[in-house]
């Protein structure tokens, strides 16, 4: 090698890097909307291309969600749908929204809406023209901040304890006397005495198996601002010792939903803690299943956290008018009169208007043990705002530490005592 | 290290100057040529290498959050973020486990890979080639189809593993739990980069002129003595490239560990660690732009010094 091209390789690669630091240093400017940007529904019109992101990539192009999401379309518009799972889809329209290219229409997952309107992603329901008539307090909760409402939760989940019927009888279990800890767990004992195996739950890391531990963790009286409460460990003691005794798969700890219940679907588990979204599946099972209310710790039915997802209007900074009647517009297709019960039949949820919901009772019994718990159901983030991410991070970690340690109970305490969620 | 070099290009200059007049545009002529050709690799260098690094860089000293990433803002902080993820309890945790995931990563594929090149090399039998094309599936197959299948065949109450290890009468092992994940995840990651040292090992040997292994055999060299006096030699340096190659590929390894475990208990590594962190992943959905950057960073001044490291005992054996 000579000198001169050295020389002139070296060149290169300090004049590359020049330029690197120049484009970075012009990187934080652009397009960025200002805060609390304007721009109203109202004096807006629809165009001719809306946007629309959903976080339900399962539900393909062509099935019967897509269709309906597309039907919503206002005269001489098209929606263009796309999805990703839930926290790929926050992250995509944190970036758009930073390069002004948000979707019309976003369909977030609710315990993201306070960090989403810390970081001023979201048009406000009233900017945007979203009606927010009619909607459960509960279910409205995570989408409030500081009194101002931000999009519309158009459906709720919640979660409950599946049973297998079968099995129960072989057992000599009735599930109506399971009323609070004691007597589930001396529902499990017998079952598993009997043969079979216990329960299945989601205790993976991260947002989902937290959403599964919350019925327990409230159930004993804990409270999400302090987590290291000795209610807060018997809640992760008694997953903990389902595990230890074998009660409960060790799996529960990497398990999302759908592998929790695809183990209750083998027919081999007595119980299974899981969601609304699959009472169609159960009916269809191939033995017999019935679902009760998650007990609490000293009786009663145990809260638990609202599940579903909020339509919303991401901020925009240029034809912002215009943006926001798109998402009126195509929101309240999907929210409102008929199409309201059709957008909860087909996503597997039960309606966040009462009347709406009393409609879907009426036309299939397979609801009628969800309308209480979903009810009497509290928000994951209206007791914290945008501080739940955080505290659900070390309870995460506290629920894995708890698993992991399998019953053993100075594990479980350290697990709860030591996790902070970085 | 270029740029110690530029006071020379100063005197190169210098020499060139008192050239005839004549000469002169032709040659700038072939500099505006020589700039044109060079200027596409130039700004992709720039846009697709230099800017994000430079812009990871620039992350890492400045705290971010969401608010700030959309709207800007995020302060100057200096180090500040390094010395907050240095002081985490858990920091050397992962720095250790990264240590002993890289390693041992590194040190079985090559011995297994090595071992395997040596067998095929040997050949001579039927289905030869047939046997080291099967070597290979790892290599084939997407990581999300292994990953998964390592997963399921470690499952602590179903997988064949514990089925395999109960008919020797051994308790089934929980193998994905906080204390074994970085075995198991360091299993999986071992037989996924078996084929690659395999196969370049392969090429390796074959370069070994088959003279040489005649003439230790007339002077009466075992197969062990051949082995270390003429292979181990003669193959350093395809050794030293694939242990670099191996090291900088197992150091950001994420694929493989997040499929199996999301980065929980002994498994998290640097690379996960930060992956987790930019993304919301795994435990925590709070999302750390600058901390996720300086880990980011750390990773890749690591890789950059072995890389130097490769870099001069290269110099020193071609010396």
């Known amino acids: 090698m000579t000198t001169t091209t050295r020389v002139r390789r070296g060149l290169g690669l300090s004049m590359a890097l020049a330029t690197g630091l120049g484009l970075a240093a012009c990187a934080g400017g652009g397009s960025t909307p200002e805060p609390g940007a304007d721009g109203n529904a109202s004096a807006g019109t629809t165009t001719a291309e809306i946007t629309f992101w959903d976080p339900y990539p399962q539900h393909t192009e062509g099935t019967p969600w897509d269709e309906h999401v597309k039907s919503c379309a206002p005269d001489g518009s098209t929606i263009v749908r796309s999805s990703a799972p839930q926290t790929d889809l926050f992250n995509q329209l944190t970036t758009a929204v930073k390069e002004g290219t948000a979707p019309d229409v976003v369909v977030l997952d ?13 048009a406000t329901a009233e900017q945007a023209g979203i009606a927010t008539t009619g909607i459960d307090e509960n279910l409205m909760g995570p989408g409030v901040v500081d009194g101002v409402e931000y999009g519309v939760p158009f459906g709720s989940n919640a979660l409950g304890l599946y049973y297998n019927a079968d099995l129960l009888e072989e057992a000599g279990v009735d599930p109506a006397t399971i009323t609070d800890w004691a007597s589930l767990e001396a529902a499990l004992e017998k079952t598993v005495a009997t043969g ?38 018997s809640a992760g003691q008694l997953l903990s010792g389902w595990v230890g005794k074998g009660w409960a798969p060790r799996s529960a700890a990497t398990d999302n939903q759908s592998a929790a219940w695809d183990l209750f679907l083998t027919g081999e588990y007595a119980f299974a803690e899981n969601g609304s979204w699959f009472a169609a599946a159960a009916a269809d099972a191939d033995f017999k299943t019935g679902v009760i209310p998650i007990p609490a710790k000293d009786g009663g039915v145990a809260p638990v956290p609202t599940g579903g997802e909020f339509a919303v209007a991401p901020i925009q900074s240029t034809d912002a008018s215009d943006h926001y009647a798109n998402a009126a517009a195509v929101i309240a297709c999907l929210t409102e009169g008929e199409a309201a019960f059709t957008t909860n039949e087909t996503l597997g949820y039960l309606s966040a208007k009462p009347d709406v919901r009393a409609e879907q009772v009426a036309a299939s019994q397979l609801w009628e043990p969800w309308v209480a718990p979903i009810e009497g159901a509290a928000g994951r983030t209206t007791e914290l705002g945008s501080e739940y991410v955080g505290v659900s991070a070390s309870l995460s970690e506290a629920l894995q530490g708890a698993l992991n340690a399998a019953g053993d109970a100075s594990g479980v305490e350290t697990a709860f005592q030591d996790a902070s969620g970085y | 290290m270029s740029l110690l070099t530029i ?20 040659r700038r002529e072939s500099r505006w040529v020589a700039v044109a050709f060079v200027a596409p690799l130039v700004i992709y260098l720039v846009l697709f290498y230099a800017y994000p690094l430079v812009q990871n860089v620039v992350m890492s000293l400045h705290r971010f959050d969401r608010f700030s990433f959309v709207n800007g803002g995020a302060p100057f902080v200096g180090f500040d973020i390094y010395a907050e993820v240095a002081s985490q309890p858990r920091f050397w945790d992962v720095v250790r486990q990264t240590a002993i995931f890289t390693a041992a990563s590194i040190l079985f594929q090559y011995v297994i890979g090595l071992v395997l090149a040596a067998f095929f090399h040997r050949g001579g039998f039927r289905m030869s080639a047939t046997l080291r094309g099967l070597f290979l599936i790892p290599w084939l197959l997407p990581v999300i189809v292994s990953g998964t299948t390592w997963q399921w065949m470690m499952s602590p109450d179903t997988g064949v593993l514990n089925a395999f290890l109960g008919m020797f009468g051994a308790d089934p092992v929980w193998w994905l739990n906080a204390d074994n994940a970085l075995l198991s995840v360091t299993i999986a990651n071992i037989w996924l980069g078996v084929p690659f040292n395999l196969v370049i090992l392969y090429s390796g040997l074959q370069n070994i002129p088959a003279d040489l292994y005649e003439a230790a055999a007339l002077d009466g060299a075992d197969a062990w003595q051949q082995f270390w006096r003429i292979t181990v030699p003669m193959l350093r340096p395809v050794t030293l490239i694939t242990l670099l190659l191996g ?19 002994s498994s998290q590594t640097l690379a996960t660690w930060s992956y987790a962190m930019a993304f919301g992943k795994g435990t925590s959905s709070v999302i750390r732009y600058s901390e996720a950057s300086a880990v980011g960073t750390i990773l890749l001044v690591v890789a950059l010094l072995f890389g130097f490291v490769y870099i001069a005992v290269q110099r020193k054996q071609e010396d």
């Open chain 2, 7 to 26: 006071p020379k290009l100063a005197a190169v200059r210098a020499a060139r100057v008192p050239a005839p007049a004549a000469g002169r545009r032709p």
């Open chain 1, 110 to 122: 609710n315990p993201m809406m306070p960090e989403a309107v810390a970081a001023q992603l979201l």
């Open chain 2, 247 to 265: 090291l900088v590929y197992t150091l950001k390894v994420v694929d493989i560990i997040w499929i199996m475990t999301s980065g929980t208990g």
């Open chain 1, 196 to 233: 079979s195996k216990g329960i299945t739950f989601s205790g993976i890391a991260g947002e989902e198996g937290v959403f599964q531990f919350l019925p327990w963790f409230w159930g004993s009286g804990a409270d999400l601002s302090d987590i290291g409460t000795s209610e807060a460990v």
